[in-house]
């Protein structure tokens, strides 16, 4: 009989719950409690992973199919941009915005954080708000590259004997 059996460990892309797009991997998040956005930035960051960077028309379509409304129409799901300086939209990578999928525009006042809410017109769908208002958020990472790691491994040199 044999001695031990091998489980087969299943590689994918993504972490379980995430869900793949193009290059990267999404966790929407559904579950209570909600965040703030700088809890929900930290929460990514537990994962290796950060708020959602949308810098596409393809990416912000995406994610509006993926987000669903609840409690109400001011709720929504936490991306990765904030107001830095008056006017100023930086992304959690430090690269500031270039257009965006606004509805009326950003908000005035302390409403320095973005929500991307469900819409009928995906192209019109972030609203920004007080950092301090607890939502959903969408957090994202790199899929997993197998190659890219190997090239690196292979480029790593030996030990030297």
């Given amino acids: 009989p044999e001695l031990f059996s091998i489980t087969g460990v299943q590689c994918t892309p993504c972490p379980q719950k995430w869900i793949q797009n193009g290059s990267s ?49 001011y709720h929504g799901y936490w991306i990765g941009l904030s107001e830095k300086k008056e006017e100023t939209w930086v992304w959690t990578t430090g690269a500031e915005l270039e257009g965006g999928f606004w509805v009326n525009g950003p908000s005035k006042g302390y409403m320095e954080c973005v929500l991307s809410v469900p819409s009928k017109n995906p192209l019109k769908s972030w609203i920004s708000t007080s950092c301090y208002m607890r939502n959903r958020w969408i957090c994202e990472v790199d899929v997993l590259t197998w190659p890219t790691f190997l090239q690196a491994q292979q480029n790593q040199s030996g030990p030297s004997t």
């Fill in 25 to 73: 991997c999404y966790y929407f998040n559904e579950d209570w409690p909600w965040k703030t956005w700088t809890g929900s930035q930290e929460y990514c960051e537990g994962y290796g992973a950060q708020l959602a960077i949308i810098d596409s028309v393809e990416e912000q379509e995406f994610i509006n199919q993926q987000t669903e409304s609840y409690y109400d129409e």
